[in-house]
């Protein structure tokens, strides 16, 4: 049963490129979580969705960042332009179902370097 | 606006002892609270979880308490083993907003042989 995906793992990109980070929920979880956590800092929701649905982007910047979870394939968080405040790590959660505070699974993280 | 503080950086105990980390929150909305653990390089792993209508969950040799009215909540690890060491996140949710967690900015627990 293997658990939350994340690639790459490593990803560095200059500044004004795209960044495209892929992320597999756990066989049978259809929510999907995304994080930020910036040097020495928490993690920060970014985006909540569901299979072909965006539930609550209320975390996620206004501009460059999207975020989808098609009908097949992993979950995509893509930014565009990247900046140096970009650099972060990304972790990409799973959970079961909404109802009765199912635990978030977490991926390993995508670790963004922008030069 | 920090919504979950863990005020201590770092701990540090001797392999044996007891562990205790501290998280305090300011959203009254919350009424699910989650313990996570993250060694470097790699993502969160849940540890263990409390609801509002408890004040106390155990498992194993951790053990989370909840003070509502002082709106705080500590882990203990008892007995702690090197092994324990990594960062411990606190982390909240409020079912009226869905599962996004709030997550504290972390504590150092460092288990010394």
């Known amino acids: 049963n293997a658990g939350v995906m994340q690639n790459p793992r490593h990803l560095v990109r200059r500044r004004g490129q795209e960044a495209r980070l892929r992320c597999s929920p756990m066989?049978?979880?259809?929510?999907v979580y995304w994080y930020r956590q910036l040097p020495e800092e928490g993690l920060k929701f970014m985006v909540y969705?569901?299979?072909?649905?965006?539930?609550?982007e209320s975390g996620m910047p206004k501009e460059r960042f999207s975020a989808e979870f098609p009908k097949e394939g992993p979950s995509i968080l893509r930014i565009q332009q990247v900046v140096r405040g970009d650099s972060a790590a990304y972790f990409c959660?799973?959970?079961?179902?909404?109802?009765?505070?199912?635990?978030?699974?977490f991926g390993p993280g995508t670790r963004l370097t922008v030069l | 606006d920090q919504q979950v503080k863990q005020n201590s950086p770092s701990l540090s105990v001797q392999e044996g002892r007891i562990s205790i980390l501290n998280c305090d929150y300011t959203?009254?909305?919350?009424?699910?609270f989650l313990w996570y653990k993250k060694y470097p390089a790699e993502g969160p792993t849940f540890l263990i979880s409390?609801?509002?209508?408890?004040d106390k969950n155990e498992d194993g040799r951790f053990t989370v308490f909840l003070n509502k009215s002082a709106k705080h909540l500590s882990l203990h690890i008892v007995p702690s083993q090197p092994g324990d060491s990594a960062v411990y996140f606190c982390?909240?949710?409020?079912?009226?907003?869905?599962?996004?967690?709030?997550f504290g900015e972390g504590t150092q627990l460092t288990v010394n042989p």
């Open positions: 959660a799973s959970s079961e179902r909404l109802a009765d505070y199912n635990e978030q699974f």
């Open positions: 066989k049978g979880h259809s929510h």
């Open positions: 969705l569901q299979k072909e649905n965006i539930i609550d």
């Open positions: 959203n009254s909305m919350f009424d699910y």
């Open positions: 409390i609801s509002s209508i408890k």
């Open positions: 982390a909240a949710s409020a079912q009226r907003s869905g599962s996004r967690l709030t």
